[in-house]
C-alpha cells in the first residue's frame, strides 16, 4: 500500500492547490473580463448593422450604453462647436428616474464652463471624465440635471460640426475605470463611422451633387450599381481602400472585387434576389485588393426604387480587418481558456441562476462521476451532489453575497459518493448572473482529518506537558501578549498586567541584565534570540526558564518581538543527572582498565602457584600455603569479575539462572563498602529455583536496592536484612500492587532497612522517572525506575513498604522456570592434557610470558615468546612452518592480538589461534571470532582450563 501523506505533506499539498486555483481565478477573471468587453463591442456593432436609419441607430446605440455601463442617462449633443451660441440635445436615452434636457426641450447654452469642456473634448480628441462632487462653475447645470460624474467623447463624423457623446452618473459617485474609457473610446469610433455612413445614405436622396461631395471625404467605399450588376458610380475612396483608379471601374463588373469564387456566387444571386424583392441588408466577403493581400469587407446593400422598380442597388463597403481579428482573438481566447479549464486539477464548472444547469465545465465531470457528457447536460447543479439542502443555500449565498464555499459529497453514477471542496463565485454577463467555481477532491485531506485533529490535540497536550507558552510585545503601543501556559507556569492570575517591568521581576536580579540585553540586541540586529534564566513565580516557587524571542520588522523597523516562554526546569535537573551518568561510564570505564591491569597481575601470581604446588609434595605442609595463596587469588577473581558486571564490559544475556549466587556476591561487595555500624543479615534459601534473567543486571539491582537500604541507616546505624526464598503466588494474593504478575511459583528477593522510613507522598512518587531524595554524589545513579525497567524485563515486578521511622521493605518478585530450563551437566576438572607442538607466545607483559611459558613447557610443548607484536610476526613471516599454535594477548600496542591474528591469516589461513584477554569487550570477542580466530581465555586463567583450550584447538586443527 502506499505510503499516507504527512500531515505536513497534507498542508502543503493544499496550500499549492489554494495558490494554483488563485493564479486560475486571476486568469478566468481577465478572461471573463475580456470576453465581457469584446461582447459589448460586438453588442453595438450588432445595433449599428442592422439599423436601418440615424435616427434609429443612435437610439439603439445609447439604449445599449445604459445596459453595458449601468449608467443613468446618455446622450448626443449638437454641434460641438465653441463659436456657437447653444448645443442641442440630439438623442438622450435615460432611465424613468432621471429624465435629462431632451424631454424639456432645453437646448446647452455654450457658457464659459460649457465652453471649456467642449475645447477640451475638441483639443484632446480623448475621453473625458468630470466629477461634480466639488462646487465650480458647473455646478448650477450639474445641479439642475442631478449629474455626479460625467465621461464625454467628441465625435468628429466626415461632415459638418462634431458631435459630443455623453454619459451621466446620478445615482451614486463614479469612479470611471481604464476599461470603462476605453469601452467608451472604442463605441464613439464605431459610432463615428457608422453616423458619416448612414447620414451620407440618408441624405442620397436629396440630391447628386450634395452627395457626391459628401461620399468622396469618406473612408468607406460607396458604389452604385445596375441592375445588371455593372458600377454605376463609385467613390475616390476605392484608391486608398484597394488600390483601384475610380475612373477606371465604372463600367465594370464588382466580380473583380471578390476573391473567393463561392462568395461571388452567393453574392451576384443575393442581389438578383434584390432586384426582384426589394430590402437592404448587409454580408461580408474577401476583398481582393489590385495590390494588396485580400481582406475582408462589411457590405450595406440598400435598392433605390422608382415606379415600383429596383433601377439601382447602393453598396457601401467597409474594412472590417480589425473586427475579424477582434473575432479571431476571441476564438483563441477561447480556445486557451478551455485549455486551462481543462489543465485545472478539479472540476471547473458555471452554472446560470435560473436553471443551475451547466453553462461550462470540463470533462473531469464525466470522468469523476462516471455520467456521460448529454447525461451532464440534463442535470443541474444540486443533482450531482449528496447533501442538496446544503447545496442550495450555498447558490443562494453565493448569489447574493458574491462567493461561497461548502464541502459536499459528489455523487457518482455508481452511487458512490466522493468528498470535494467546492468553491464559487458569482459572475455578471449581459446583466444575467452565473456562478464559476471549482471542486477538488478532499478524499485523502478528509481522511486525514481524524489523524490531524489527534496530532492537534496531541502538541497542545504536549505543549501543556512541556510547559511552554507564547508571548509577544508590541513595541509601538507597548502592549504585551501572553497565553494562558505562562500565566500558568508564573502561577499568576490573568488580571495581572503585562508590562515589560512587571514581567522583568520574575526573573532573579542576577539574571535580568542577560535578558535586558538579549532583548536589546535583538531589536537593533534582526537576530533572534534565546537564553535560559532563573524564575521565581508568584508562589515564589523558583524555576528555570527557556526565553526564544524574534523580532518582526516591517519598513526595516522592528515593531514587534514574539517567542516562547518555556518551564525547563526538568530539563536542567536531566542535565545534572546526565553528567552523573557520565560519572559514573567514566568510573564504569576506570574500574575496567584496572580490573584488567588487576588481571595482569593476578595470571602470574595463580601460575606461579600452581607451579610450586605441582612441585611440593603433596604431604608437606606447604601445601597449605599454597591452597591459601590460591584461594585468595580465586577470591580476587571473583572480586574483578564484579567490578568488571559493574563497569558493564561482562555480556549481558538473559539466561536461565539461580538467584543464590549474585546475591552473595554482591553482599561480598557491600561488606566492603559498607560500614560496621550497619549490620548485615542475610537468608537465603538454597531452594530457591531458577529464573530467566540476566546476571549482571540482578547484580546490579540488588547493588541499588542495598546502597539506599544503606543511605537510609547511614547517620543512625541500623541493620539490613537480605532474604531470598520461593513462594507461590495465588490469584487473590495478585493485587493492584502487583498486577503484571501472573499466578505461580516465584523467587521472592526481600531487602529490609531499618532506616527513617518514606513519606506517603514520595513513595507514590518513588518509581517516577529521576526522582530522588539523595543528596547530589549519593546513589549509584541507577534509579528506582530504571530497576523497575529490569524487573519488569524478566515479567517480574516490586512492591514496597515503608512508614516514616518504621524502616522500609522492598520486595522483588520473580518467575520461576521449569529446572529443565536449567538442567547443566557438572563440569569436572580434568587433568593436564599435555602435547608435542610448537607454541609462539606473544603477549607484552613480561611476567605473564614468563609463567604462560612455564606452564605450557611442563604440558610438553615447544614455546618461543616475544612481547612485542610485531616483532612475532616478522618471525612468523621468516618460518611459518615451524609453528603449530599462536597465543597471543588481545590488547598490545603497536599491534593489537586482533591485527596481529588478521596479518597470520594473509600468510596461512586458518592458522591456529587463541586470544587471551583480561576482559570480554563484546565488539572485540565478536571480530576476533568472525575473523577466524578458535578461541578466547579470559585472564587469569588455571593450567587445566589452559591445557585443555590448547588440545581443543590443535585437536581440531587436525
Same mark, same amino acid.
Given at each position: 500500500?502506499?505510503?499516507? #501523506?504527512?500531515?505536513?505533506?497534507?498542508?502543503?499539498?493544499?496550500?499549492?492547490?489554494?495558490?494554483?486555483?488563485?493564479?486560475?481565478?486571476?486568469?478566468?477573471?481577465?478572461?471573463?473580463?475580456?470576453?465581457?468587453?469584446?461582447?459589448?463591442?460586438?453588442?453595438?456593432?450588432? =445595433?449599428?448593422?442592422?439599423?436601418?436609419?440615424?435616427?434609429?441607430?443612435?437610439?439603439?446605440?445609447?439604449?445599449?450604453?445604459?445596459?453595458?455601463?449601468?449608467?443613468?442617462?446618455?446622450?448626443?449633443?449638437?454641434?460641438?462647436?465653441?463659436?456657437?451660441?447653444?448645443?442641442?440635445?440630439?438623442?438622450?436615452?435615460?432611465?424613468?428616474?432621471?429624465?435629462?434636457?431632451?424631454?424639456?426641450?432645453?437646448?446647452?447654452?455654450?457658457?464659459?464652463?460649457?465652453?471649456?469642456?467642449?475645447? $477640451?473634448?475638441?483639443?484632446?480628441?480623448?475621453?473625458?471624465?468630470?466629477?461634480?462632487?466639488?462646487?465650480?462653475?458647473?455646478?448650477?447645470?450639474?445641479?439642475?440635471?442631478? =449629474?455626479?460624474?460625467?465621461?464625454?467623447?467628441?465625435?468628429?463624423?466626415?461632415?459638418?460640426? !462634431?458631435?459630443?457623446?455623453?454619459?451621466?452618473?446620478?445615482?451614486?459617485?463614479?469612479?470611471?475605470? $481604464?476599461?470603462?474609457?476605453?469601452?467608451?473610446?472604442?463605441?464613439?469610433?464605431?459610432?463615428?463611422?457608422?453616423?458619416?455612413?448612414?447620414?451620407?445614405?440618408?441624405?442620397?436622396?436629396?440630391?447628386?451633387?450634395?452627395?457626391?461631395?459628401?461620399?468622396?471625404?469618406?473612408?468607406?467605399?460607396?458604389?452604385?450599381?445596375? !441592375?445588371?450588376?455593372?458600377?454605376?458610380? /463609385?467613390?475616390?475612396?476605392?484608391?486608398?481602400?484597394? %488600390?483601384?483608379?475610380?475612373?477606371?471601374?465604372?463600367?465594370?463588373?464588382?466580380?473583380?472585387?471578390?476573391?473567393?469564387?463561392?462568395?461571388?456566387?452567393?453574392?451576384?444571386?443575393?442581389?438578383?434576389?434584390?432586384?426582384?424583392?426589394?430590402?437592404?441588408?448587409?454580408?461580408?466577403?474577401?476583398?481582393?485588393?489590385?495590390?494588396?493581400?485580400?481582406? !475582408?469587407?462589411?457590405?450595406?446593400?440598400?435598392?433605390?426604387?422608382?415606379?415600383?422598380?429596383?433601377?439601382?442597388?447602393?453598396?457601401?463597403?467597409?474594412?472590417?480587418?480589425?473586427?475579424?481579428?477582434?473575432?479571431?482573438?476571441?476564438?483563441?481566447?477561447?480556445?486557451?481558456?478551455?485549455?486551462?479549464?481543462?489543465?485545472?486539477?478539479?472540476?471547473?464548472?458555471?452554472?446560470?441562476?435560473?436553471?443551475?444547469?451547466?453553462?461550462?465545465?470540463?470533462?473531469?465531470?464525466?470522468?469523476?462521476?462516471?455520467?456521460?457528457?448529454?447525461?451532464?447536460?440534463?442535470?443541474?447543479?444540486?443533482?450531482?451532489?449528496?447533501?442538496?439542502?446544503?447545496?442550495?443555500?450555498?447558490?443562494?449565498?453565493?448569489?447574493?453575497?458574491?462567493?461561497?464555499?461548502?464541502?459536499?459529497?459528489?455523487?457518482?453514477?455508481?452511487?458512490?459518493?466522493?468528498?470535494?471542496?467546492?468553491?464559487?463565485?458569482?459572475?455578471?454577463?449581459?446583466?444575467?448572473?452565473?456562478?464559476?467555481?471549482?471542486?477538488?477532491?478532499?478524499?485523502?485531506?478528509?481522511?486525514?482529518?481524524?489523524?490531524?485533529?489527534?496530532?492537534?490535540?496531541?502538541?497542545?497536550?504536549?505543549?501543556?506537558?512541556?510547559?511552554?507558552?507564547?508571548?509577544?510585545?508590541?513595541?509601538?503601543?507597548?502592549? $504585551?501578549?501572553?497565553?494562558?501556559?505562562?500565566?500558568?507556569?508564573?502561577?499568576?492570575?490573568?488580571?495581572?498586567?503585562?508590562?515589560?517591568?512587571?514581567?522583568?521581576?520574575?526573573? /532573579?536580579?542576577?539574571?535580568?541584565?542577560?535578558?535586558?540585553?538579549?532583548?536589546?540586541?535583538?531589536?537593533?540586529?534582526?537576530?533572534?534570540?534565546?537564553?535560559?534564566?532563573?524564575?521565581?513565580?508568584?508562589?515564589?516557587?523558583?524555576?528555570?526558564?527557556?526565553?526564544?524571542?524574534?523580532?518582526?520588522?516591517?519598513?526595516?523597523?522592528?515593531?514587534?518581538?514574539? %517567542?516562547?516562554?518555556?518551564?525547563?526546569?526538568?530539563?536542567?535537573?536531566?542535565?545534572?543527572?546526565?553528567?552523573?551518568?557520565?560519572?559514573?561510564?567514566?568510573?564504569?570505564?576506570?574500574?575496567?582498565?584496572?580490573?584488567?591491569?588487576?588481571?595482569?597481575?593476578?595470571?602470574?601470581?595463580?601460575?606461579?602457584?600452581?607451579?610450586?604446588?605441582?612441585?611440593?609434595?603433596?604431604?608437606?605442609?606447604?601445601?597449605?600455603?599454597?591452597?591459601?595463596?590460591?584461594?585468595?587469588?580465586?577470591?580476587?577473581?571473583?572480586?574483578?569479575?564484579?567490578?568488571?558486571?559493574?563497569?558493564?564490559?561482562?555480556?549481558?544475556?538473559?539466561?536461565?539462572?539461580?538467584?543464590?549466587?549474585?546475591?552473595?556476591?554482591?553482599?561480598?561487595?557491600?561488606?566492603?563498602?559498607?560500614?560496621?555500624?550497619?549490620?548485615?543479615?542475610?537468608?537465603?534459601?538454597?531452594?530457591?529455583?531458577?529464573?530467566?534473567?540476566? #546476571?549482571?543486571?540482578?547484580?546490579?539491582?540488588?547493588?541499588?536496592?542495598?546502597?539506599?537500604?544503606?543511605? $537510609?541507616?547511614?547517620?543512625?546505624?541500623?541493620?539490613?536484612?537480605?532474604?531470598?526464598?520461593?513462594?507461590?503466588?495465588?490469584?487473590?494474593?495478585?493485587?493492584?500492587?502487583?498486577?503484571?504478575?501472573?499466578?505461580?511459583?516465584?523467587?521472592?528477593?526481600?531487602?529490609?532497612?531499618?532506616?527513617?522510613?518514606?513519606?506517603?507522598?514520595?513513595?507514590?512518587?518513588?518509581?517516577?522517572?529521576?526522582?530522588?531524595?539523595?543528596?547530589?554524589?549519593?546513589?549509584?545513579?541507577?534509579?528506582?525506575?530504571?530497576?523497575? %525497567?529490569?524487573?519488569?524485563?524478566?515479567?517480574?515486578?516490586?512492591?514496597?513498604?515503608?512508614? !516514616?521511622?518504621?524502616?522500609?521493605?522492598?520486595?522483588?518478585?520473580?518467575?520461576?522456570?521449569?529446572?529443565?530450563?536449567?538442567?547443566?551437566?557438572?563440569?569436572?576438572?580434568?587433568?593436564?592434557?599435555?602435547?608435542?607442538?610448537?607454541?609462539?607466545?606473544?603477549?607484552?607483559?613480561?611476567?605473564?610470558?614468563?609463567?604462560?611459558?612455564?606452564?605450557?613447557?611442563?604440558?610438553?610443548?615447544?614455546?618461543?615468546?616475544?612481547?612485542?607484536?610485531?616483532?612475532?610476526?616478522?618471525?612468523?613471516?621468516?618460518?611459518?612452518?615451524?609453528?603449530?599454535?599462536?597465543?597471543?594477548?588481545?590488547?598490545?600496542?603497536?599491534?593489537? %592480538?586482533?591485527?596481529?591474528?588478521?596479518?597470520?591469516?594473509? /600468510?596461512?589461513?586458518?592458522?591456529?589461534?587463541?586470544?587471551?584477554?583480561?576482559?570480554?569487550?563484546?565488539?572485540?570477542?565478536?571480530?576476533?571470532?568472525?575473523?577466524?580466530?578458535?578461541?578466547?581465555?579470559?585472564?587469569?586463567?588455571?593450567?587445566?582450563?589452559?591445557?585443555?583450550?590448547?588440545?581443543?584447538?590443535?585437536?581440531?586443527?587436525?
Amino acid at each position: 500500500m502506499p505510503e499516507k #501523506p504527512t500531515y505536513a505533506e497534507l498542508e502543503k499539498t493544499i496550500q499549492t492547490l489554494e495558490s494554483e486555483n488563485a493564479k486560475l481565478k486571476q486568469i478566468d477573471d481577465a478572461l471573463t473580463s475580456r470576453l465581457s468587453y469584446l461582447g459589448n463591442l460586438e453588442l453595438v456593432d450588432h =445595433v449599428i448593422r442592422n439599423a436601418t436609419g440615424v435616427e434609429q441607430m443612435m437610439s439603439d446605440v445609447l439604449q445599449a450604453m445604459l445596459k453595458i455601463f449601468g449608467t443613468d442617462r446618455a446622450w448626443l449633443l449638437y454641434p460641438c462647436a465653441p463659436d456657437e451660441a447653444t448645443m442641442n440635445v440630439q438623442m438622450e436615452k435615460t432611465r424613468p428616474k432621471y429624465p435629462g434636457a431632451f424631454v424639456s426641450g432645453e437646448a446647452i447654452p455654450m457658457q464659459s464652463n460649457t465652453l471649456a469642456v467642449c475645447k $477640451a473634448a475638441l483639443e484632446k480628441d480623448e475621453v473625458l471624465t468630470f466629477d461634480y462632487r466639488t462646487p465650480g462653475s458647473a455646478q448650477k447645470i450639474a445641479d439642475k440635471y442631478l =449629474v455626479l460624474t460625467e465621461i464625454i467623447l467628441a465625435i468628429h463624423p466626415n461632415t459638418g460640426s !462634431p458631435w459630443l457623446l455623453g454619459m451621466h452618473q446620478c445615482s451614486h459617485y463614479r469612479n470611471w475605470t $481604464a476599461e470603462d474609457k476605453s469601452l467608451f473610446h472604442n463605441i464613439g469610433s464605431r459610432i463615428k463611422d457608422s453616423l458619416g455612413s448612414m447620414m451620407l445614405l440618408r441624405d442620397l436622396k436629396t440630391g447628386e451633387e450634395k452627395y457626391r461631395q459628401l461620399v468622396t471625404s469618406m473612408s468607406d467605399v460607396i458604389i452604385r450599381l445596375s !441592375p445588371e450588376g455593372k458600377i454605376l458610380f /463609385i467613390t475616390p475612396a476605392i484608391d486608398s481602400f484597394t %488600390g483601384y483608379n475610380p475612373d477606371d471601374e465604372v463600367g465594370k463588373s464588382i466580380s473583380n472585387y471578390f476573391a473567393d469564387a463561392k462568395e461571388l456566387e452567393s453574392a451576384l444571386e443575393l442581389l438578383s434576389t434584390v432586384l426582384k424583392t426589394p430590402r437592404a441588408g448587409r454580408f461580408d466577403f474577401l476583398f481582393q485588393p489590385k495590390t494588396k493581400a485580400p481582406f !475582408p469587407v462589411e457590405v450595406t446593400y440598400l435598392p433605390i426604387i422608382e415606379d415600383d422598380n429596383v433601377t439601382e442597388i447602393q453598396l457601401v463597403l467597409r474594412n472590417i480587418s480589425e473586427r475579424t481579428r477582434a473575432e479571431e482573438l476571441l476564438v483563441a481566447e477561447r480556445l486557451y481558456s478551455d485549455r486551462i479549464i481543462e489543465s485545472m486539477p478539479g472540476l471547473f464548472y458555471i452554472f446560470d441562476k435560473g436553471s443551475a444547469r451547466f453553462i461550462r465545465r470540463n470533462t473531469k465531470w464525466a470522468d469523476v462521476t462516471g455520467f456521460s457528457e448529454d447525461e451532464l447536460d440534463t442535470m443541474t447543479a444540486i443533482d450531482v451532489v449528496a447533501d442538496k439542502d446544503l447545496c442550495a443555500r450555498q447558490m443562494d449565498d453565493a448569489f447574493v453575497n458574491g462567493t461561497s464555499s461548502m464541502e459536499n459529497s459528489l455523487l457518482t453514477k455508481a452511487g458512490n459518493q466522493i468528498p470535494h471542496l467546492f468553491t464559487g463565485e458569482r459572475l455578471v454577463i449581459d446583466g444575467k448572473a452565473y456562478l464559476v467555481g471549482m471542486g477538488i477532491d478532499i478524499t485523502d485531506q478528509k481522511s486525514a482529518e481524524q489523524t490531524a485533529l489527534q496530532k492537534d490535540l496531541l502538541l497542545n497536550e504536549m505543549g501543556r506537558i512541556a510547559k511552554i507558552g507564547g508571548w509577544e510585545h508590541d513595541l509601538i503601543s507597548g502592549r $504585551a501578549t501572553w497565553t494562558i501556559e505562562i500565566y500558568s507556569i508564573m502561577e499568576l492570575d490573568t488580571e495581572f498586567p503585562l508590562q515589560v517591568e512587571k514581567h522583568l521581576e520574575k526573573y /532573579i536580579p542576577e539574571d535580568r541584565p542577560i535578558i535586558d540585553k538579549q532583548y536589546r540586541n535583538a531589536i537593533l540586529t534582526g537576530e533572534s534570540f534565546s537564553c535560559e534564566l532563573r524564575c521565581i513565580s508568584s508562589l515564589k516557587r523558583k524555576f528555570w526558564a527557556r526565553v526564544i524571542g524574534r523580532p518582526v520588522f516591517e519598513d526595516g523597523r522592528c515593531v514587534k518581538m514574539r %517567542g516562547t516562554f518555556q518551564d525547563i526546569t526538568l530539563y536542567k535537573s536531566m542535565e545534572l543527572r546526565l553528567q552523573q551518568a557520565q560519572k559514573m561510564e567514566a568510573i564504569g570505564t576506570l574500574a575496567g582498565g584496572i580490573a584488567h591491569d588487576f588481571n595482569n597481575i593476578l595470571f602470574p601470581l595463580m601460575g606461579y602457584a600452581e607451579l610450586l604446588k605441582d612441585d611440593i609434595p603433596d604431604d608437606s605442609t606447604l601445601q597449605n600455603y599454597i591452597d591459601g595463596i590460591l584461594h585468595a587469588a580465586s577470591r580476587s577473581r571473583e572480586l574483578v569479575k564484579q567490578i568488571l558486571a559493574f563497569s558493564r564490559h561482562e555480556h549481558q544475556e538473559k539466561k536461565p539462572m539461580k538467584l543464590q549466587s549474585v546475591v552473595k556476591e554482591a553482599l561480598k561487595l557491600l561488606r566492603s563498602s559498607i560500614p560496621t555500624t550497619i549490620k548485615i543479615e542475610k537468608d537465603i534459601s538454597a531452594s530457591c529455583g531458577v529464573v530467566l534473567a540476566d #546476571p549482571t543486571q540482578i547484580h546490579q539491582v540488588v547493588m541499588n536496592l542495598a546502597t539506599n537500604a544503606y543511605h $537510609a541507616m547511614e547517620d543512625t546505624g541500623g541493620t539490613l536484612d537480605i532474604s531470598l526464598s520461593q513462594i507461590f503466588l495465588e490469584l487473590d494474593e495478585i493485587d493492584e500492587h502487583l498486577f503484571d504478575l501472573s499466578p505461580g511459583e516465584h523467587a521472592l528477593l526481600s531487602i529490609t532497612d531499618t532506616g527513617c522510613g518514606v513519606e506517603k507522598e514520595i513513595l507514590d512518587k518513588i518509581f517516577d522517572p529521576y526522582f530522588t531524595t539523595k543528596e547530589t554524589g549519593k546513589g549509584t545513579g541507577l534509579g528506582l525506575s530504571v530497576v523497575l %525497567g529490569i524487573i519488569n524485563s524478566f515479567d517480574g515486578d516490586i512492591y514496597i513498604e515503608s512508614k !516514616p521511622g518504621a524502616g522500609t521493605t522492598v520486595k522483588v518478585y520473580l518467575p520461576i522456570i521449569t529446572a529443565n530450563e536449567n538442567e547443566q551437566p557438572e563440569v569436572k576438572k580434568k587433568a593436564h592434557q599435555p602435547g608435542t607442538e610448537r607454541v609462539l607466545l606473544v603477549d607484552d607483559e613480561v611476567a605473564i610470558v614468563g609463567i604462560v611459558q612455564h606452564l605450557i613447557e611442563r604440558l610438553g610443548y615447544t614455546v618461543t615468546t616475544k612481547t612485542d607484536s610485531p616483532e612475532a610476526l616478522e618471525v612468523f613471516k621468516t618460518t611459518p612452518d615451524s609453528f603449530d599454535l599462536i597465543i597471543t594477548d588481545m590488547t598490545m600496542p603497536d599491534m593489537t %592480538g586482533l591485527q596481529l591474528a588478521e596479518e597470520v591469516f594473509k /600468510i596461512k589461513p586458518g592458522f591456529p589461534i587463541i586470544m587471551c584477554t583480561g576482559y570480554s569487550d563484546k565488539i572485540n570477542v565478536e571480530k576476533s571470532k568472525a575473523v577466524g580466530i578458535q578461541d578466547i581465555i579470559m585472564k587469569p586463567v588455571d593450567v587445566h582450563k589452559l591445557s585443555e583450550t590448547i588440545r581443543e584447538v590443535l585437536d581440531k586443527k587436525k
